[in-house]
DNA sequence: TTTATATTCAATTAATATGTTGAATATTAA
DNA sequence: TTAATATTCAACATATTAATTGAATATAAA
């Protein structure tokens, strides 16, 4: 007959624990800015300090979180320490949590409203699916815009991607083609970067288009990037 | 130029509170075993107060914040409340964080090589893929046996599937055929029963092998069910 | 209506997580 | 060695979350 230890329960237990470890991990807005961040490229304790606003001690004891739920690793250089996600894997992690949050939370849907207001008047943006982006880089018909910040595209972007932050994109106008459609991409299907660019463009008459998600699903995906 | 607006900011914390709240909400034990449940079935309050041990004020309670991250909803029925997951997509949730805990944190799988010990002297049991399953089931080769409680078979199981629980199983052994390979699953990867069953089975002589995981990724991955 | 039942709400206490400060550690450069 | 720097640790105050109890609500049956 089939035997059920007593511990067996208790080990069920201290399993769902560990796997709780992972949702109390990416259950804090802080440390879900640190992963995206992450999603991005590798960085150190100070450069997410300050992209966080918040201080060292604080931004080291959540990357600590996040190392022992298994989500980050940290590898020491000289007198840094650099992290980085350990595995592509938590791209799809936090994909999967926006796309449940996006489909049955009311108030992300009204966020997302607020954050990305459609002009009713005009067309809405054309959004590019990373097949018909490979299909326009391969035929020729598009230019790829990578408007991240510059550290962000040196640690590695799409392959030929042109890299314009939105501060720069007014001085290098006419270095941009009139006759292609210009595709633009950034950190991801949240970051706004990307519909700033597309919006500043679009008035400037350009024919533009936008990326539907960013370079960490686009690396995630297996696709080829360059790095820097 | 692009425009930066103060609020914007403010909305992006916003948005990253609430999808930190899916973590928050998957980050508690109790939690996770009541998505485990409703991954197998629709529940009321005081069935899964029952199974989790739990008294059901705090039952209700972790239902409903299980409930303002979108991950549960619930439906009146009389004077009971019925629970059911939103969405397939939580059982991807779910697999997800097991997969990325599986292979990153040590204590898992010491948790499951003490959960699921290898006989060192057998050979492993064999382990069926869907896609084994199906063909199995086509060219009549194999067995399917269920070996979850009877309320969750009823629910919804495999298409053809013979249900006995581990209870069950001694008295019925003869009806199992004996030339064919019988194929048992349950409620998931980290679900002790079909791996309890396949260890007598096998003791009795029986040809024996284990689905991979269990009835709700069978049906997340738009297999067909046969709902009670 | 009244009564019985399932569930949720409210209030309390206990437990846990967070942010902050200053000290400790580890590494490089002097 | 010593000094400088990046990071982590320790300890505290504060805030958030959990479990428990008893009361309140909503529905169905009497």
Redesign the pocket.
């Known amino acids: 007959m089939p035997v059920t230890t007593t511990s067996q329960a208790t080990t069920e237990h201290q399993l769902r624990d560990a796997l709780a470890g992972v949702g109390?991990a990416i259950?804090?807005p802080?440390?879900l800015r640190l992963l995206e961040l992450l999603a991005q490229r590798a960085y150190?304790?100070?450069?997410l300090?300050e992209l966080c606003d918040?201080?060292?001690?604080?931004?080291?004891?959540?990357?600590?979180?996040l190392r022992r739920a298994g989500l980050i690793t940290?590898r020491?250089?000289?007198?840094?320490?650099?992290?980085r996600l350990t595995d592509d894997r938590i791209v799809d992690l936090l994909g999967l949590v926006r796309d449940i949050a996006q489909s049955q939370l009311a108030e992300v849907e009204r966020l997302l409203g607020q954050l990305f207001p459609q002009d009713i008047d005009e067309a809405p943006t054309e959004v590019f699916t990373r097949e018909r982006l490979l299909q326009g880089l391969e035929n020729g018909s598009v230019t790829l815009l990578d408007v991240r910040p510059g550290a962000e595209f040196e640690a590695g972007h799409l392959p030929g991607a042109r890299h314009l932050t939105l501060a720069e994109l007014k001085q290098h106008l006419h270095e941009l083609p009139a006759d292609r459609t210009i595709v633009a991409y950034c950190r991801g299907p949240y970051c706004t970067l990307s519909h700033q660019a597309v919006a500043y463009l679009r008035q400037q008459g350009y024919r533009v288009a936008r990326l539907a998600d960013g370079f960490p699903e686009w690396k995630r995906a297996g696709l080829p990037v360059e790095e820097g």
């Open positions: 109390k259950g804090h802080h440390r150190r304790v100070e450069q300090a918040l201080n060292m001690a604080s931004t080291s004891q959540h990357l600590q979180q940290a020491r250089e000289g007198r840094q320490m650099i992290y």
